[in-house]
């Protein structure tokens, strides 16, 4: 059986060299007589590559070639990766993929096709890096009805809040380490306003509850507000602040989907997940909570990632795996203010007295948080769980105290 | 397509709940028209149960009845279980089990003749109860070489280490605690001196590593030797003490593995893990260090696992799982004593300088740890990775040392 690996950077070199170096085990593994890399699509050249004889230029010669059954996109992107990744899989070959944006805005389609067609239309890599997240979801959990999943789903911002809880510097100067370091790009954006943990919690929340959800439909706040000060109440409260991507479902037939910094107990076992590090939690009604720890991203981790579903592709070319994942539906996730949370606030209050006493009128008892050298016009509060647009609008209408601060306080 | 479960105790029972709770959604992620109960194997009489016209005290109606293609094990015990599963298999039904100690002591044999009978031995309950563990391993790290495995594996010890650490009491008063909550049977030997723990690693062991492990080749101590003092110094070391069954690859063709009392980092995952939870940590070539966490017994969570597994069994009625689990092999388990680890070691000595100096001049240089209130010829050190025999026996060949605890430090 012949692969080919689209995109040769950091993932796809890493696929490459590992089904060279576990090439005995992955063919065992496989069930198959052999297991052999075929070609390498790269618009680049490498010229002294030690697989150079592999490297292509035309991706037709890869779509054309009968003996290609199972092929691995790595390139990232959605313009040209959709186009091929079709094309694909209509021409009857299975896909691999680690591209989370691909699987986040196209997985629905893509998945239709491939069961039509009959060919596997794989994606573990796409979440979680080297984190067995996707395959333990749909199979081992598969006994469970899932209530909630949330995560530490991008390894840039946790080691910013990681760097900003233990050594107490600003979000920019942990930022400006991370990019030295090379864990945040030069334009941070995707990372640390969200987006990348976004498509992430939309392909998990797919397929633990079903159906499509669009990066565009979830509310997502990323931690360039997070300040020390935020950081110190949660410390005082009991916790650490993380950037938390959420699903979960409420009733039969809505589910909620957020993304944002978040209060998380140190008792917790998101507390302690920290630098570039990701964790997955899942609340089943049998199982009761699980957590998934490890590497959400790295060449080796990720790729370990891809040749699993490439050995599970090699090995199911009779029957394909049902991912049970429909279209997406209006109205199907709620606006995240109906969403039921206790949150933390931070504001400004010249009467602290006379705001927490409006506060608790508005919207019930709150418990104060203290930290060492506040300003002496700053008030925070933990509120009780609300509606969260409630709690804004609420606090927002109250003369004594300006809210500057909302932050989601989690239960796991 | 039907089912049967031998044995209606804690987790039979719960398979057998789970499988109509969650029936329409279980048949479907099966791929089957429909996977339905049709026997309960057990001697007592429950005429009371919702379930009772399934109740058959006969094996043989079960084994004889062509209608029913997978069996679900949850007896526990060796003698019967052995039996009946081995007849089963070899009349060409699959078998599902959470009975670790079948496992533990017939893997090797039970798959071996689901292999030449074509049909699935699945044992996913068998540890960590409703962890994802085993399926993970043989699955999604499947492109990785493991170098090592490590978990909290058995939640007895874990929840009395963790009221020794946390409200600092004994181990005999946390036992009592223990029994009282039922988290500790009566005859608590299994679990507090580390059998329990011991044959969970045996199954591990051979997934990751290939050849099956006997219990009797594994060096097994468990936590009754434990003392507060232990608990303190751990503390003022920078950690926690935890029961971690472990083995690692030595080399090409031999694994250690131990199961005892060791220190673990605070920083690490495996810290934080308290209470009755469970924990595995596996260290791939590629992956890094991936961790599993969740709860590793009762009901709900180990008949999620059983469940999962008779799904997975109806799905692959044609292309059967291959474990790649070997024969045992002589001289494979190295004796624990050529084992290098740092080891943290506590005695006494009526002159501590002169122990210090005598221990430094045996083994190399060792850091002295200190708690409060301690007796004034206590002494703790932690020394640098040796072979664990070298350590244990210099150390017990010194006039002004007398040692009295000996822990194993990880590294992870």
Same mark, same amino acid.
């Given at each position: ?250 009733? #039969? ?31 089943? #009604? ?22 699993? #579903? ?103």
């Amino acid at each position: 059986m012949y692969v080919a690996v689209m995109g040769f950077g950091t993932v796809g070199s890493g696929v490459v060299e590992l089904l060279y170096k576990n090439h005995h085990s992955i063919v065992k593994k496989s069930m198959q007589d052999s297991l052999d890399l075929k070609y390498i699509l790269d618009i680049r050249d490498f010229p002294d590559s030690p697989y150079k004889d592999k490297f292509v230029k035309d991706f037709n010669i890869i779509l054309n070639d009968p003996e290609v059954q199972i092929v691995v996109e790595t390139m990232g992107g959605i313009t040209f990766a959709y186009d091929f990744v079709k094309k694909l899989l209509l021409a009857g070959k299975s896909v691999v993929t680690s591209n989370k944006e691909l699987v986040a805005e196209k997985g629905f389609e893509l998945l239709t096709i491939a069961k039509e067609k009959n060919v596997n239309f794989l994606f573990e890599a796409s979440v979680g890096g080297g984190i067995p997240i996707i395959r333990p979801i749909t199979q081992c959990l598969a006994a469970n009805e899932i209530d909630e999943i949330a995560g530490i789903l991008n390894g840039t911002t946790n080691y910013i809040l990681t760097k900003m809880i233990t050594e107490d510097v600003s979000f920019e100067d942990a930022l400006k380490n991370a990019q030295e370091l090379g864990y945040a790009e030069k334009d941070p954006t995707a990372d640390v306003d969200g987006h990348d943990a976004c498509r992430k919690i939309c392909i998990l929340a797919a397929l633990c509850f079903g159906k499509h959800v669009y990066p565009k439909d979830v509310h997502t706040e990323g931690i360039r507000n997070i300040s020390s000060a935020d950081v110190e109440y949660a410390k005082s409260w009991g916790g650490v602040i993380k950037l938390i991507a959420a699903a979960k479902k409420i009733g #039969d037939d809505k589910i909620s989907v957020t993304v944002g910094p978040a209060f998380v107990q140190k008792r917790s076992q998101l507390a302690s997940v920290d630098d570039v590090f990701n964790a997955v939690l899942v609340r089943g #009604d049998a199982t009761g909570d699980v957590v998934f720890y490890g590497r959400g991203a790295g060449k080796m981790p990720t790729a370990s990632a891809v040749v699993a #579903d490439v050995i599970d592709a090699a090995k199911h070319t009779l029957k394909k795996k049902n991912f049970g994942w429909d279209d997406a539906q209006e109205n199907y996730v709620i606006n995240y203010r109906e969403q039921s949370a206790a949150m933390y606030v931070r504001g400004t209050a010249e009467n602290r007295e006379e705001a927490i006493k409006a506060i608790n009128e508005k919207i019930g008892a709150v418990r104060v948080l203290s930290r060492e050298n506040a300003p002496e016009n700053e008030l925070a509060v933990v509120t009780n769980p609300l509606p969260e647009g409630e709690i804004r609008d609420k606090l927002q209408n109250i003369s004594s105290f300006a809210p500057v601060s909302f932050i989601r306080i989690t239960n796991y």
